[in-house]
């Protein structure tokens, strides 16, 4: 198999993938992929989001602070509009070395997966980590070649965050590729994924082995502190962000809706 891949800034090809979007894998099964094909890579899907009225968390900034130096991996579950990607974005803000890979359904053929991946440790130039070469089927092989050359430096902690790691759950090499990775980790390296459910796996057994934290949907609940700091920056007052936050239990989203609509009037 030969694959090329190349990191474009836009949506803009040549002749050659005249025709060429996104969507034109976003129904794609989540299979391994066979056939000899390019990989373009969207510099969108490996940058981190921007947001607007964004409130800075730190008691949740410090948990995951914390989690991290002791687990190496988290995973942070929550419906749509819960903010766990605004809270990821803010905290690798706070890194010097990071790479984002915002996920989708075209990313559950493993020659996609494995590129953009392989474009992670790249960005976060882990050493020769990055030439492993993504024609390998085996996600244990592509692992071992991504971490072999690393050489760990605790000062230097990289961070790298998968949003959205549901929509690859149905795909074959999913389990084996998940569970290679967290026991890969190493001291440097901390893995932060965002996901709207957990993965179809045993999670027991990788918290017991302290390879894991999981940050579950009610710890990310706005209190009514940061609802007072959100509604202070759309301009409204200490009693409209109280009874809004009763209103919407904290979900973000909701607090969103509520303080745009109390603008308007």
Request: glycine letters at 4%; one cysteine or more.
């Amino acid at each position: 198999m030969t694959m090329t891949f190349s990191l474009r800034e836009d949506f803009s090809f040549g002749s050659d993938t005249e025709g060429f979007c996104e969507s034109t894998y976003a129904s794609s099964p989540c299979r391994k992929s066979t056939e000899k094909s390019d990989v373009y890579l969207f510099a969108d899907k490996l940058s981190a989001p921007k947001f607007k009225n964004h409130i800075k968390r730190p008691r949740l900034n410090n948990l995951l602070e914390k989690t991290l130096t002791q687990f190496g991996a988290a995973l942070i579950t929550g419906r749509t509009g819960t903010g766990k990607s605004a809270l990821a974005a803010n905290f690798a803000g706070q890194h010097k070395k990071t790479a984002w890979f915002s996920i989708t359904s075209a990313d559950c053929d493993w020659n996609v997966f494995a590129n953009y991946f392989q474009a992670v440790f790249k960005k976060l130039d882990s050493g020769n980590a990055a030439a492993s070469g993504t024609d390998q089927p085996d996600p244990a092989f592509f692992v071992e070649r991504l971490f072999q050359n690393i050489v760990t430096t605790p000062e230097k902690r990289k961070l790298i965050v998968l949003d959205d790691i549901h929509n690859v759950f149905d795909a074959d090499w999913f389990a084996e590729f998940f569970t290679i990775l967290l026991h890969s980790l190493t001291t440097d390296i901390h893995l932060l994924m965002l996901s709207r459910s957990s993965p179809p796996i045993p999670l027991w057994r990788l918290r017991s082995k302290q390879v894991l934290s999981v940050v579950e949907e009610k710890l990310l609940a706005f209190n009514p502190q940061e609802t007072k700091k959100l509604f202070k920056k759309y301009g409204l007052s200490e009693e409209q962000s109280l009874t809004a936050h009763r209103k919407s239990y904290g979900r973000i989203s909701r607090l969103k809706t509520l303080a745009e609509s109390l603008q308007i009037k």
